[in-house]
């Protein structure tokens, strides 16, 4: 069983910056991990993923802006975001399949555990 928390979010004006953090529980080394937001009225949306290797993918509305990265050690994924606007605003989660991928993938439902999520708003 795999437990996911989120931490980081809050309140940022319109090109600032924010670092998220997942932090994890049980056997996540070796899986990708990836990030999904949501704002309400709409469906979750992939954000960007990390394979275990490091290799990353990111949506085309957060690419050259956002970064993944990980900490296998701490197992902690990173999800840093720069120059922020407000359709960055959402919940953010994290999310690891219950086994591994064949690839990083940006479907939702590829992922079995998820964390709670965290809050950023970011005002213009």
């Known amino acids: 069983q795999v437990q996911l928390v989120e931490s980081g979010g809050g309140l940022v004006q319109a090109g600032e910056s924010l670092r998220l953090s997942c932090t994890a529980s049980g056997r996540t080394t070796s899986v990708p991990m990836a990030w999904f937001r949501q704002v309400p009225g709409k469906e979750r949306e992939f954000v960007g993923v990390i394979s275990w290797s490091g290799s990353t993918d990111y949506a085309d509305s957060v690419q050259g802006r956002f970064t993944i990265s990980r900490d296998n050690a701490k197992n902690t994924v990173y999800l840093q975001m720069n120059t922020l606007n407000p359709e960055d605003t959402g919940v953010y989660y994290c999310?690891?399949?219950?086994?591994?991928?064949?690839?990083?993938?940006?479907?939702?439902?590829?992922?079995?555990?998820w964390g709670q999520g965290t809050q950023v708003t970011v005002s213009s």
């Open positions: 999310a690891a399949p219950r086994f591994p991928l064949q690839r990083p993938s940006r479907s939702q439902y590829a992922y079995a555990y």
